[in-house]
């Protein structure tokens, strides 16, 4: 030990197989040095540093392998692809590139933690699995309207990133859906490429601060609709226009546009914790140590969008799996060498 507090792990201390993965079912836990929770860019780019670190990390990488990129056909901005990317190709390529040195991965989901107890110990799918160390890295869900004609539409001109899409917009008239700072800062952003911006909000207040809400109503390409909803997106292969009711008088009108970008919010996917992991207003994990990814409990990190409310974006969340990988590693290395 390389100094830091002792603290008895207990456990296995072997090295998991996958063969060893599937004979875990009503088993005895398996244990890992370093449990992964999550396979988005973020759990991935942590499972690729920790398993060349040698600590043989464990994915549990959830209801949806891969991650939000999954949902996306193109990806133009992550390093290292001039002529851009198929999200669930990049994807693809973390996890065997993760696998290649020694990451298992486990496609369920995770129902509950205990982090009272060392080792931790970590439920799924009627799996015991206990660990030294944690990452979690579990994403964040944005929010839709739950229009069915939303959810068909989305990818072919409806988005929750104008960051991510707003550059296929270019010379088209698109619409942004929201009343807070994120909607009014994505209407600013689309402002680049499209030809007009139109902010739809189904109240006449909003909670984006003044000096975005006086930006937007001064800028020349942005019109505000207040009290307006969505009820339909209309298109067959990719989104033409919008149905528009006013939540006062109940008519109904149409908008044109090629693109729909539903900005109410994003839901970091934190349940499994049952709230063990202090947490922002809106659910976002609390970063503890200062410049570090750790969390408020001693060995457990945290990765990505479900703490991260301000980049959301597929290069930073790797970038925070590398360091939360790091910090687990280190942390290893000082607490729990004899486990290993
Ligand atoms: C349509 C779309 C297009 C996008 N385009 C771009 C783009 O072009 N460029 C860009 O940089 N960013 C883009 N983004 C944003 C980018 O995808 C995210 O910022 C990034 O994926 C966040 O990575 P993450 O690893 O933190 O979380 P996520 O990608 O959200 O992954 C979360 C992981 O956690 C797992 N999980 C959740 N709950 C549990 C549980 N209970 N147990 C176990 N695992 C669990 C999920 O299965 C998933 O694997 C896009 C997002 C969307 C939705």
Redesign the pocket.
Known sequence: MSGGMSIDFGGDAGAPTPAAVERGAGGPPQHSSLLI?????????AAIYAARAQLAPRV?????????????S?????PGFPEGID?PEL?TQMRKQAERFGAVMVD????RVDFKVRPFHVS?AGREYTADAVIV??????IWLGLESETRL??RGV???A???GFFFKGQEVAVIGGGDTAFEEALFLTRFATKVHLIHRRDTFRASKIMIERAEAHPLIEIHVNREVTEVIGEKSTEALVLRDTIGGGTERLAVGGLFVAIGHRP?T??LGGVIPSDENGYLQIEGDGTTASAIDGVFI??????HR????????G??CRAAIDAERWLAEHAAGAR
């Open positions: 929770l999550g396979s988005g860019p973020a759990g991935l780019t549990l990488a959830g209801y949806a392998p891969g991650g939000q990129l999954m949902l996306t193109e990806v133009e901005n992550f999200g994807m369920q989901d995770v129902d799924s890295a579990t994403g964040a869900s944005a989305r990818g988005s929750s990133c960051t991510c899409d996917n349940a499994l990765a990505g969008d479900v703490h991260d980049y959301r974006q597929a290069v930073t969340a790797a925070d799996g």
